[in-house]
């Protein structure tokens, strides 16, 4: 007998438990006890019905995304969805938690369905490159018909146990209580009123009003304008299309053809890595689980600008209060004001209710006096970069703060431990670095420096889930993660127009590869004086940082998106970045100046010079242990940077590549272009000789 799925009877109702922490995922050994259940429970002569319940917290939320790229081990999910299906007796699935994937089809294979209203259901293959294998794609569209079946297996979402039950999923919702006492009473009624099986895929009549239906072109069109690159989106669509043209049988083979397309695909693995490296970085190697947390329920914000204002509102809407400090009352109104505007504007898309608005305004208090700091659990700094101004600050906070209290600074750049020298107390102070737009952004790279107490460390790694983030531990460094390896790629970027590309052939070389956006119109959407600044800062301290054309569009007051001139220029009010021809006679005096002959460049050495860069920075972080784990890094980038989570991020994305490949590449761009950028990483090197790659290092 399975110990993860058991089988007992409870007066006429055989009840088929499934026990497998920590979200009860559909792996050989579940499948296999649903299957030795079922068998029991159809021989039982005193059971008239079965009820499949789950234990834990939730009910079974999908296949076991840990076998995927594994050799499948009978029974497959579908044959035991199947069997449940073909029951004599009528089944009911009674859901809590979340029904996901392979949990909704194994509910959907049987006859009944009742959920707790705190319940969700969905289909989220998609986000795993895949569509639903096991009957999803076509009893879905039987009982919803195929527009809502479409959204929700397109896109992923889940839906609530309401919506739901509105759209024919579920049978019956129940407001609270205990889900096995639910379901059994439910189970009972169906008993007494002697109901009979009632199978999803004799539900032909909606899909069947459905064949050569217009919707299907229109969600490919749709899809095809949303998410051109992606793969497994275009074949649910295939999927739900097939449920209206084929037999049910039919149609599961359908479904299997496509399954198995997505299942080879490379978006399916560098999804599944993303995936697991996501819940990866929250486990920070060399942290115990056990470490204890800090209380945070009030916080201090330093700086009412975009910055300090989406990290504000990050915290009020997980409901946790804060103080907004500002030097001049002007610019709190001004930051408030545009706090205020993103709410209203997340309200009129239906989001959020006007009831929230006020709530999540309440719980910003405006501020101009540090005293207000006295009594709050962390303060986040977000002024411009200046160390003399952190460090003056810090030493302020130090000052004001009670005991305990986290001091955290969002630099982007900046060394954490210098800023920590301006206080007593340097276990305390850790670094919080949002990114653009805070609020929107899901990435928080937190950053340790050499001080940083364990229980500082994991306080802001739960902060960072409490408050909707993906938090990663990075060490102290120039940039951290990303900035460092965004810099380099800007600076190749930037050399490879100096050297004949002009910047359109640039961005559109990196968002042909999935990023939303080139390298150049990120740049003008951060402003192009903030990379102007930095340079002349580095060149002050005497790093020899040679010019380029860059500076000339700083010098000239083409600062980006904000002065509607950049690198492109943009309509009044549109974001689209257009071609200007003054900036490509800009790029061409500069080359005249400095006696540069351009000449032409490839689609292949851009794309290699401003990714492998990368990758080489991306390996000396992980020599020097700045980055713990490159999951670490693939989480940043995705997160923080858009980089396409279908490739894995930079470092998975590098093994598909071949680390042999690369480094051959690198030691000929060092002979070729030069520069520091281009020396090999030592560990990089060594992987190559030992056949190795990157993701080697993320099994600690
Ligand atoms: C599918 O079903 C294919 C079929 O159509 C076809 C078959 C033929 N498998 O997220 P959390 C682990 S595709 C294995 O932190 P939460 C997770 O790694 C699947 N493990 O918790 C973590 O482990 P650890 C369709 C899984 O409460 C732990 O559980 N289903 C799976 O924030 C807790 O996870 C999905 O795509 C899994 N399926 O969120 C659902 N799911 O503690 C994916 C989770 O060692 N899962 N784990 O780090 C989710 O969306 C969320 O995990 C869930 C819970 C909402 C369930």
Known sequence: MSEVVTYNREGSVGVITVSYPPVN???????????????????????????????????????????????????????????????????????????????????????????????????????????????GTQRLPRLTGSKKALEMITTGEFVSADDALAAGIIDSVDQGGDIRAIGLAFADRVAKEQRGPRRVRDLDDRIAAEKGSQIFDEFRAALKKKSPNLFAPFKCVDAVEAATQLPFEQGLKR???????????????????????????????????ETPVRDVSSVGIIGAGTMGGGIAMNFANAGIAVFLLEQKQEALDKGLAVIRRNYESTAKKGRISQDDVEERMALIRPTLSYDDFADVDLVIEAVFEDMGVKKQIFGQLDAVCKPGAILASNTSTLDIDEIASATKRPEDVVGMHFFSPANVMKLLENVRGSKTSDEVKATVMSLAKRIGKVGVMVGNCYGFVGNRMLHRRGAEATALVNEGATPQQVDKVLTGLGFPMGQFAMSDLAGIDVGYRIRQERRKAGESIPPNWMDKLAEEGRLGQKTQAGVYKYEEGSRK?????????????????????PRSISDDEILERCMYVMINEGAKILEEGIANRALDIDVVWIYGYGFPSYRGGPMFWADQVGLDKILTSIRNFQATVGGDQWQPSALLERLVKEGKSFASLNRT
Do not use: W
């Open 577 to 597: 970045p257009v071609p200007d021809p003054a900036v490509d006679a800009m790029i061409e005096e500069f080359r005249q100046e400095q006696g540069i002959a």
């Open 255 to 289: 479904e299997r053809e496509l399954f198995s397309e997505c299942m080879d695909s490379p978006q399916r693995a560098g999804l599944v890595h993303a995936f697991f490296a996501e819940r990866e970085a929250s486990k920070v190697p060399g942290l115990s689980r």
């Open 25 to 135: 995922a559909l792996s050989h050994e579940v499948r296999s006890g649903l299957v030795a259940a079922l068998e029991q429970g159809q021989k039982d002569s005193d059971a008239q019905v079965l009820l499949l319940v789950c234990e834990g917290r939730t009910f079974i939320a999908g296949a076991d995304i840990r076998e995927f790229g594994k050799p499948m081990q009978e029974p497959g999910l579908a044959a035991v969805v199947n069997q449940y299906e073909s029951s004599d007796k009528p089944i009911v699935a009674a859901i809590h938690g979340t029904a996901l994937g392979g949990g909704l089809e194994t509910a959907l294979g049987c006859d009944y369905r009742v959920a707790l209203s705190s319940a969700r259901v969905g289909l989220p293959e998609v986000k795993l490159g895949l569509l639903p294998g096991a009957g």
